[in-house]
């Protein structure tokens, strides 16, 4: 018989996971808590079923490149564009502050300089994992706190490199010098970068030619080559393979087919995913941690309060509002998946001893099992802390000056469209943002732009809140917008309110906190294809309106209850049974024109009726069947939808071709 290596360790992992998961999910705890705990549970610190966690390893490391992967596949390269201001200043920041910081405490602490510049390696990096994963589930990706955590997250990725190429000197085994592996690296950097320009062009093609022949399989195969074989390139020049990854993922983002490729290359994310989490908490040795509770859980506390109060510092210097800052620092403040590749790297160096190992791996985990926590927690802890915010804006430039004005909460997609069409009407606006830069921009463009956070008081005051006449929230922060809508509504009771929201189960909230109209962009994405198909059936106008309304009807309950929506179904079967109205315009090419009612014979033809014709202005309804068409004419038929599609097809193809010459 063979033996198929890893195929115990496999059945444990999923079968262990399967059950905790279970668990996790009835107890409303997070997927990400019930892999570390299985971790904990099955490994050679555990009931030991696993004992081997070399095995798991190799795993994770694929679950690694596969995370960063999926990112970069989220990531255009217009997006990055749009961090980057986060990624090349708050990011140097907030890495730069913690290395000091820790480095300094640690020197303190009777630590050696290179160990403690160490120690401050581990401690600056987050997890993109966890927090990415948090932030997208509760639909806060493009919440100003989620694009400045993105940003920091993605300048710590690219920092793993650097830093694994500098363990060996700060542990006194590099074998060159510091200008050999500078060469080193600057040469692998520059050999990546010529195949990364050749690839910007080459990996859409690539993937339009295998999109052609319709094989699903070979989009698949063609992704995860291309995945793989970057991580390869970038490992084989000394860089981390989940930095090719990353990489790949960008490039395949320019694709049209990308998102076919995020749908089949997801699981794989998923499962090597969890099996690196897994591997992080079997590193925890359990003795150990019942053994110095207390020194874990100082050290953990001070790592989590430490980070938090950095990245607060860094997005407040970055004049991002303190609500902001403090919903952000929370979400950083846990330790990344990253700092275990660069613990198990030092450890293999000697730069850390078996207890300090230990140590920070039990305090680093245990960061990572708050951090939900924290999420959740964190709206409160800000509302708790801000007494006052310091706003470095003049509340004289707005109250006083607008008057029954439009306000406008995000300058977005949705806040641009908006002003645009508020500027053509000539209708008084005024936009509020939390994003310094777009701000800046769009101010420098003209716009009637202020920075402020419409969750507070004092800034919905200096935006003429009590003049205004409608309040427009664009924005994706949902406890923002909750708080914003309950304050607007108190300060002035006769505003009206429309809210924008991706969460379904907000739109009570949003009602229940004063919200006059919730647009739910899911829904309103149904109800467009309705009202086009209805129309490409040739419903007539009033009836598509008439549905269209009834689907917005008291919060969409139509299409959130299903079993309710008989009354539509009956509308558009009446409407079709009674047959429906169409017109069609006839142009100088068209051999209708000149011929009369009769001599079209259309209802013959089709069984369509032509109850009017309309010339300029004037319509002639129920037009004798001796009147000639003239070019210009648009005629109204009723039928059914067959007879209509028929009379269509007929009269498009009585369009006049050149006749060929006669023999």
Known sequence: MIHIPYLFDLVVLFGASTLVIALSHRLRVPPLVGYLLTGMLVG????????????????AEFGVVFLLFIIGLELSVERIKSLSQVILRGGPMQTGMT?????????????????????GFLVALSSTAIVLKLYSDRREIEAPQGRISMGILLFQDFMIVPMLLLIPFLAGTATGSPSDVLVKFGSGLAVISVVFVCAWWMVPWLLHKLARTRIRELLVIGSLFLCLGAALLTEHFGFSAALGAFVAGILISRSPYHHQVVAETMPFRDVFNSIFFISVGMLLQLRFVA??????????LGLLVLKAVIVFVTVYLMKYPMRTAIITALGLAQIGEFSFVLIRAGYAQGLINEQAYQTVIAASVMTMILTPLLFVLAPRIAARIIRKHDVSLDKSEAKGVLKNHVIVVGFGLNGKHLVRVLRSTHTSYLVLDLDPLRVQKAKAAGESVMFGDASRRDILEAAGIEQAQLVVFAITDPKAVRTGIALARKL???????????????????????????????????????????ARLHVPGNIVRTESRLLRAGGYSMLREPKRMKGISTTVAKALEKGLTESYILT???????????????RRLTGTTIIAVVRGDQPVVSPPPDIKLNRGDILVLVGSHEAIESAFDLLDKKWNVEKEPQE
Do not use: W
Not at 44 to 59: K, N, Q, R, S, Y
Not at 291 to 300: K, M, R, T
């Open 291 to 300: 053994e110095f509770p207390l020194l874990i859980g100082v050290v953990a």
């Open 44 to 59: 050679p610190h555990g009931l030991a079923l696993i004992d081997e966690t070399e095995h798991v390893e190799v795993f």
């Open 99 to 119: 290395i000091a910081m820790v480095a300094a405490i640690s020197m303190l602490a009777g630590v050696d300089i290179l160990h403690s510049f160490y120690y």
């Open 588 to 602: 100088e090419e068209h051999e209708a024109v000149g011929k009369t009612i009769e001599e079209l014979d259309l």
């Open 492 to 534: 002035n009771p006769r505003i009206y309110q429309i809210v924008r929201t991706r969460q379904l189960t907000e739109i009570e909230d949003l009602q229940e906190c004063g919200a006059d109209e919730v647009i739910a962009e899911e829904f309103e994405t149904s109800i467009e294809i309705v009202t086009r198909v209805l």
